[in-house]
């Protein structure tokens, strides 16, 4: 039979390894707080930096970028058809399905009609709603 002091022993033994291995870890993830923290100091003071940037080209950049993209996908294909005989086509897609939810094949096919048009892809809508989430989404985020 094992005597009594020898189990005692070895599961003091064994509970202080689980407290010294539970201890280490909450200095880890005390370490791991004190760098989030400190990452998160300096991402603010970055931050800061790029607000406070006095350069008159820099601080315009995203509005013209906007403003182009804007004009070029917005107002052209609007006017366009006011001064010339040009059309606008959207991009037409077709998606065929077949088979079951996820056993089945989904895909596109994209096409447009011949003729002096103008076109108007999925990309250029998608970015103008990426344009104008992003100003809307920072506009939110303001103080």
Not at 56 to 71: G, N, Q
Not at 85 to 108: L, M
Not at 116 to 126: E, K, P, V
Request: glycine share 6%; aromatic share 10%; with cysteine.
């Amino acid at each position: 039979m094992i005597p009594m002091e020898l189990l005692s022993m070895l599961a003091s033994t064994v509970l202080g390894g689980i407290m010294s291995i539970m201890a280490q870890k909450g200095q880890a993830e005390q370490e791991k707080q004190k760098m989030l923290m400190q990452r998160a100091g300096f991402a603010a003071e970055q931050t800061d930096k790029a607000r406070e940037v006095t350069d008159p080209h820099t601080k315009h950049t995203r509005r013209w970028i906007a403003l182009m993209c804007v004009f070029s996908i917005i107002v052209v294909p609007i006017v366009a058809p006011i001064f010339t005989d040009v059309n606008i086509a959207y991009q037409i897609i077709t998606e065929a399905d077949s088979g079951w939810w996820i056993f089945g094949e989904t895909f596109e096919t994209s096409y447009f009609e011949q003729g002096n048009t103008i076109f108007i892809t999925n990309l250029q809508s998608h970015t103008i709603f990426s344009i104008i989430g992003l100003y809307f989404g920072g506009s939110l985020t303001r103080k």
